[in-house]
């Protein structure tokens, strides 16, 4: 693999009560930031009900982002297969990927919310498999040259074809895993990448170590290859010079984000409200779901997840609001000015040529001296009265 890439999935998850339109131009600004720190990747979800995550139509606003920036990745996070014709999706994805130059990714996913599901019509026990066959469509799609046919139960192809095709000559394709194994099994079955959701959650961490071998069995399965380059986890993270400073811009929001998104909205299995605020996030941190503390704390914090999961191509920042927008801010500005180039080995090169310097600097600037002191000495040999 290549050196470690740096994404932010913005799912979004704002707290109610905030303007939505504000919402939506403060994400897209935070896309233009994220692009001006060198960040590689942006991935922005799909969901249509609860509240907090309000952009359900994912590709219209990497639309929006792609016209305010230059270079990083617009990824769909994810566009739930189920509920959309896979002719849409693929031809929603080529346009965007024109959009912005070439900078498309399509992150699928089965949907993640029971409500969205509900909205739809849709059974959850057949999403899984609704996604399958929505992304056999849409691969021989954006790959074929030839028009397709195909017949579901739930959608039909007659002579499909797309008359325009992406910009990318081989447009990444991603499925997104949390617990079960049906991510892997689809990575594997196609050849595609995979984005792993959940793993700052207890099950996904514990998760992180087997998930890679359920993508191999399968990819072995089917004839086909995947690489680890193409894996991305993703992680929440919060930096400050001071460790301190961090968890206390960090202990409200998280402790709030808890109550009313994972407790009293999603009812999540297993999930109690918490009076302590600082108790829920040291232990959130302590068994790794989420990155809080120095830059040095992220460097140590990224080798540890490197190592528990055997290696993957890109770490992904889940967005948040557990700080206040300045500290967010901030935060992304020190990752990217101190966490990322050291992870990626950028900065063992200028500090060898200072430590180079350093061995000889005093015989460098002496014979710098001892040049400057010869041309003088000629140019009063040669000009005495000037």
């Not at 959309?84 to 693929?90: D, F, I, L, Q, S």
């Not at 060898?352 to 001892?370: E, F, V």
């Amino acid at each position: 693999m290549g050196r470690l890439r740096f994404g932010v999935f913005i799912a979004p998850h704002h707290p109610v009560g905030e303007h939505p339109t504000l919402q939506f131009e403060r994400d897209l600004q935070l896309i233009e930031h994220f692009d001006q720190l060198g960040y590689d990747e942006a991935w922005v979800g799909e969901h249509h009900s609860g509240g907090w995550e309000t952009i359900g139509h994912p590709e219209q606003f990497l639309a929006a982002a792609a016209q305010r920036t230059h270079r990083i990745k617009l990824a769909t996070g994810v566009v739930s297969l189920p509920y959309h014709h896979p002719y849409n999706v693929a031809g929603r994805i080529t346009l965007l990927d024109h959009l912005s130059r070439g900078r498309a990714i399509l992150g699928t996913g089965p949907g993640a919310l029971p409500s969205d599901a509900r909205t739809y019509g849709v059974d959850p026990v057949q999403l899984r498999e609704r996604q399958d066959e929505a992304l056999d469509v849409i691969l021989q799609l954006l790959r074929s040259d030839e028009p397709i046919s195909a017949k579901s139960d739930w959608f039909e192809l007659h002579e499909a074809f797309l008359q325009v095709k992406p910009v990318q000559e081989d447009l990444e394709v991603v499925a997104a895993v949390s617990i079960s194994p049906s991510g892997m099994k689809l990575a594997g079955k196609y050849g595609i990448g995979v984005i792993s959701v959940a793993s700052f959650s207890e099950e996904g961490l514990t998760a992180l170590p087997t998930q890679w071998g359920w993508a191999e069995t399968y990819a072995q399965e089917h004839g086909q290859q995947v690489s680890r380059d193409r894996w991305r986890v993703m992680m929440p993270f919060h930096v400050h010079e001071d460790r301190q400073r961090a968890f206390d811009e960090v202990y409200e929001g998280v402790a709030h984000w808890h109550n009313e998104y994972n407790v009293e909205t999603l009812a999540r299995p297993g999930s109690e409200r918490t009076d302590n605020p600082k108790k829920l996030t040291h232990k959130m941190v302590d068994r790794g779901g989420a990155i809080v503390g120095t830059p040095d704390d992220a460097v140590e914090a990224i080798a540890h997840l490197s190592e528990v999961s055997g290696g993957f191509g890109t770490l992904v920042g889940f967005m948040h609001d557990w700080a206040p927008q300045d500290a967010m801010l901030r935060s992304y500005d020190l990752f990217a000015r101190y966490v990322i180039p050291r992870v990626q080995g950028l900065l063992r090169p200028v500090q060898t040529s200072r430590d180079l310097l350093r061995q000889d600097n005093a015989t460098l600037m002496a014979g710098a001296s001892q040049g400057v002191l010869k041309a003088i000495r000629e140019h009063n040999a040669t000009h005495p009265r000037s």
